[in-house]
């Protein structure tokens, strides 16, 4: 009892702390209404997001789960356990071109322009893109998908981001799987195979070719004023136990070589480095010579109480550095007001988890946007024929065909924006 009045006296004192931060002021972040140009590039001042015009811009909006990279929960698909053994499955099955066919077939219906449209009709500013180095490489050693013109294929990438700056969206780019994978869990892509952090040469070879990948995209998209920021990693470490050598690893031997491989390629984009789950897990910006950054959290707490202590903590952890919320939902006893009153007074950007996704309880689940309409169709990636896997991972995934709505926006999101 006397701890939690002491957590509550504490979270007192960072409220009135964060009283004194000049906050993000509501009537400047109107979404923009024209394509983006290069005024509406974004970089990081203080602990805001501003244009090149001078003015300070809140991102709120979504992610694109479910799409580039895919989960069990969260994709059409059963009799594989993650992404990784989807395609392995196909492959053995149908060969490899085939097997990238079915994946291409269910990209390009999953999201589409009707997304984007509507994406932007509901008031949002920006998308996060969770993609892995499959959609670019066909296996971990450096095999390049090329386009038909014998390039480096990143067709997909320009899509959404040249769709969204003509709709005055911005994009966060997000590496949810490096090459080698940067967490035990299975949304980097495949689940207990963290390999990135290897002291071996087998491990040099999955950062090498992770700086590869960085490197071309980086590149890619050096000076597009729709891209807002780089997120270097997702989760890193994520189900592996929280020590003095996971913070070793993700502050200087990973997230510092792939800050100086990305500003080597491009010195203005903003980049994200996340903290995750625990508000002081990354060093101060100024400690590591890193600037333009904004740090970012995935918080998914059980009480408003809790989501609320991990804010301000974090918010007064780094008090002038800019706060993104990359993912979130009302977990458990957790509130969508309170979320959303809780980083609105911490002066928090925020991207839902996620637009869409499918499978049961997902068209009223608190998980999306969209769901998966009652009867929906899982693909049988051992048993299905190749035509088989190809229509129920066709036209069904278009969001207007497929889905329904879940009901949070009306009910719990538009409001907020």
Not at 79 to 86: G, L, N, P
Not at 128 to 147: A, C, H
Not at 172 to 180: E, P, S, Y
Not at 370 to 396: L, N
Request: aromatic share 14%; hydrophobic share 40%.
């Amino acid at each position: 009892m006397k701890l939690k009045k002491g957590i509550s006296v504490l979270l007192a004192l960072v409220l009135l702390v964060l009283c004194a931060v000049p906050a993000f002021s509501a009537d400047t972040a109107a979404p923009a209404a024209k394509p983006l140009t290069d005024d509406d590039f974004l970089t990081a001042k203080g602990a805001n997001l501003v244009n090149r015009r001078g003015e300070k811009v809140r991102l709120k909006g979504v992610n694109l789960g479910a799409w580039m990279i895919w989960e069990d929960w969260l994709n059409p698909y059963e009799q594989a356990s993650d992404h990784e053994e989807v395609l392995s499955i196909l492959t053995e099955r149908f060969g490899e071109e085939k097997a990238y066919e079915l994946m291409n077939i269910y990209m390009d219906n999953f999201i589409t322009d009707w997304d984007l449209d509507n994406i932007k009709a509901m008031g949002f500013n920006c998308v996060r893109v969770p993609f892995w180095f499959r959609n670019f490489y066909y296996d971990d050693n450096g095999r390049k998908i090329l386009d038909k013109n014998g390039d480096w294929d990143f067709s997909r990438l320009d899509w959404v981001v040249n769709g969204c700056r003509e709709r005055g969206l911005y994009v966060i780019l997000d590496m949810h799987g490096a090459v080698g994978y940067q967490s035990d869990a299975p949304h980097s892509g495949k689940g207990n195979s963290v390999g990135l952090y290897a002291d071996t040469e087998q491990g040099e070879r999955y950062r090498a070719l992770t700086d590869e990948l960085w490197t071309a995209i980086a590149s890619r998209f050096k000076g597009n004023p729709a891209v807002a920021m780089y997120d270097l990693l997702n989760e890193p470490m994520c189900d592996v136990p929280e020590s003095g050598i996971r913070r070793r690893i993700n502050n200087e031997m990973i997230y510092t070589r792939l800050y100086k491989t990305v500003r080597a390629a491009d010195p203005d984009h903003a980049i994200t480095l996340e903290c995750i789950w625990t508000a002081a897990a990354l060093p101060h910006k100024a400690v590591k010579g890193w600037t333009n950054v904004v740090y970012q959290v995935h918080f998914y707490q059980n009480s408003d109480f809790i989501f609320s202590l991990f804010v301000f903590l974090t918010r007064l952890y780094y008090l002038g550095t800019p706060m993104l919320m990359g993912e979130f939902y009302p977990h458990k006893q957790t509130t969508w007001n309170n979320c959303f009153k809780t980083m609105e007074q911490a002066n928090f950007n925020w991207m839902l988890w996620t637009y869409k996704a499918t499978g049961h309880g997902m068209w009223s689940s608190d998980w999306c946007l969209f769901g998966s309409k009652d009867g929906f169709w899982r693909a049988k990636v051992k048993t299905d024929s190749f035509e088989e896997i190809a229509e129920k991972w066709g036209e069904k995934q278009q969001t207007q065909i497929g889905f329904q709505d879940s009901g949070h926006y009306d009910k719990d999101v538009r409001a907020h924006l």
